[in-house]
Structure formats: structure tokens, C-alpha cells
């Protein structure tokens, strides 16, 4: 996996976080022992495109700043939080089937669901830990421009570089019947559905989707294995 890496974790990390992190959050924090933040989440199905961002990025942040040193000093906390508030808001399978492309159409049943859950704890362990340095004054939401009749929206923000350069990131979402779910990420122009697309198709080609499949849950092992022993992990997407 190449493609992705340019755009940097700690981008890719807060965009995804941004993107995905409304609702949930309480819940997470209670299965860790971690305190949960002032306020509840607004239940997702009753917001819009803008709101999902908006509401999602306060949240997260506002954990991330009152328990950044539990978090760094705990990657086990950090993984399940961001696994329970991230996930929840995005769907999962559309963003799979985009990646995966024609391979899904020849996907049987199991190997879907086996991809869908090795991918996105991939996402997880390779972007989670970065969030961990992120603030809220590096993210700022830009006015919305879609049709509340919508059934697609593009909520366009900016997020800072550490060197203080403002990068452009838009997030896709569309509705469904449960409500507005993101399933893409855009930064400087570049899908990361698209890119990872492009990686994985080279892949499959080569190998065949299983072979893919064992590889992401081999890696996603080996990463938990790591954490759990406090050694760092492939860093391989």
C-alpha cells in the first residue's frame, strides 16, 4: 500500500476522525474506564451532512484534549475508542465495495464480511495512534453548499499541517435510511477509497483476494500483539 502515505497518518487520521467519530462515544469510554465527556451525542440519524462533521470533530477533540496523555500511554484505550465512536457512522460496506471494485462482484459472502472487518481494523491501527497529537485548531469546517434534498453531500474543511499549511479535505456522504453516513475521504484531491482501489487492485491481480484477506488479519495480529507488548507495529497499510 503506497498511494495513501503522501497525505500523511496524522492527516489522514484526523479527517477520518472528523468524518466518522459522531455518536457512540460514551459507550466506548465506559468499556475502557475512561472518563466520557460533557454532553451527549446527538443522535446521528436526525443530523445533516455538515452537522455529522461538526458534531463529530467536537467530540472527538474535546475527549482527545482532556485524556491526551491516558490515550498516548494507552494504545489498547485509544484503539477502542476510536473503533466504537469511528466506525458506527460510516458505512462500511459501500466504502468496501468501492475499494475492493470488481473483485467484490466475485467476493463470496464470507470473504466480503472477512475484508470489510480486516480493513478497517487495518485503518484503525495504522491512523488511530496519530490522533493522538491532533488539536482543534488545525480543523475548520467551511460553509455548506448542498440541497437539504440531497441524497449526496460534500462537507469541505481544512485541516493544518504541523507546518501550518492549510490542507483542503472534503467528506463524501450520502443517505440511508439510517441517516447521512460517510464513506469517503478526500484530501488535496486525492480519494483515499480511490487510492486504496488502485493498491488493492494491483494486489489482488497478483495474489487473489484471499491471500489479501490473510494478509490484513496477519498484519492486524501482529499489530495488536505488538501494542500489547509495547513494541511498535509494522506501520504497513
Given amino acids: 500500500m503506497t498511494s495513501h502515505r503522501p497525505l500523511g497518518r496524522a492527516l489522514i487520521a484526523a479527517a477520518l476522525a472528523a468524518a466518522l467519530g459522531a455518536g457512540g462515544i460514551t459507550d466506548a469510554l465506559a468499556a475502557t474506564g475512561a472518563p466520557a465527556p460533557t454532553g451527549a451525542a446527538a443522535p446521528a ?84 495512534a496519530a490522533l493522538v497529537d491532533f488539536t482543534a485548531n488545525r480543523f475548520k469546517i467551511l460553509p455548506y453548499r448542498g440541497s437539504p434534498n440531497a441524497t449526496e453531500a460534500t462537507v469541505r474543511t481544512t485541516v493544518m499541517r ?21 464513506w469517503d475521504v478526500v484530501i488535496e484531491g486525492i480519494s483515499y477509497v480511490q487510492s486504496f482501489r488502485t493498491d488493492f487492485a494491483s494486489e489482488i491481480d497478483q495474489k487473489g483476494l484471499q491471500e489479501v484477506i490473510e494478509r490484513l488479519e496477519r498484519q492486524n495480529a501482529s499489530t495488536v500483539k505488538n501494542a500489547a507488548a509495547g513494541r511498535p507495529g509494522d506501520g504497513k497499510g
Avoid at 504541523?162 to 460517510?182: C, I, M, Q, S
Fill in 162 to 182: 504541523e507546518n501550518g499549511e492549510k490542507v483542503p479535505v472534503d467528506f463524501r456522504l450520502h443517505r440511508t435510511t439510517d441517516g447521512w453516513k460517510a
Fill in 45 to 128: 440519524a436526525t443530523l445533516g451532512p455538515e452537522q455529522i462533521v461538526a458534531d463529530s470533530a467536537q467530540r472527538m477533540l474535546t475527549e482527545l484534549s482532556a485524556h491526551r496523555s491516558m490515550y498516548a500511554k494507552d494504545p489498547a484505550k485509544l484503539d477502542h475508542l476510536v473503533a466504537t465512536v469511528l466506525l458506527p457512522n460510516f458505512d462500511t460496506n459501500y466504502a468496501a465495495q468501492l475499494v475492493l471494485g470488481p473483485a467484490w462482484r466475485t467476493a463470496t459472502p464470507q470473504q466480503r464480511t472477512q475484508f470489510v472487518s480486516a480493513f478497517y481494523h487495518s485503518l484503525l491501527h495504522n491512523y488511530g
